[in-house]
């Protein structure tokens, strides 16, 4: 929990950048294939509409009920096929480090 709501309020990438494959329209946006676009993963995880109005505070127990948000609202790691390959690795590294800590 403390390492999962470390990630959303300080993720190791604090944007992401992809490149659209394929014309999209998103609401009124057109998005056509090859475009950039960035996502910033530090404005997502503090999102209100998502994280309650404390958003920006420090709250483990947001995790404590292994609750699943909506897609795209937690990616501390990235998402998809270019989801960082040392994820799992870096979580069980930061769980043994903060044992010996405590």
């Known amino acids: 929990m403390v390492l999962k709501e470390t990630l959303r309020l300080y993720p190791s990438a604090v944007v992401v ?5 394929r014309d ?4 009124e946006l057109d998005i056509p294939a090859g475009m950039q676009l960035e996502f910033p993963i530090i404005d997502v995880h503090r999102d209100i ?9 420090f709250n483990p ?3 404590a009920d292994n609750r699943r948000y909506r897609l795209g609202a937690y990616f501390p790691f990235s998402l998809g096929p270019s989801i960082c390959v040392g994820k799992n690795l870096a979580m069980v590294e930061a769980m043994v480090e903060l044992a010996m800590i405590l």
């Open 17 to 21: 950048n992809r490149t659209a494959t």
């Open 24 to 27: 999209v329209k998103l609401g």
């Open 49 to 57: 509409d998502v994280w309650g109005t404390d958003a920006d505070e």
């Open 61 to 63: 127990s947001r995790f």
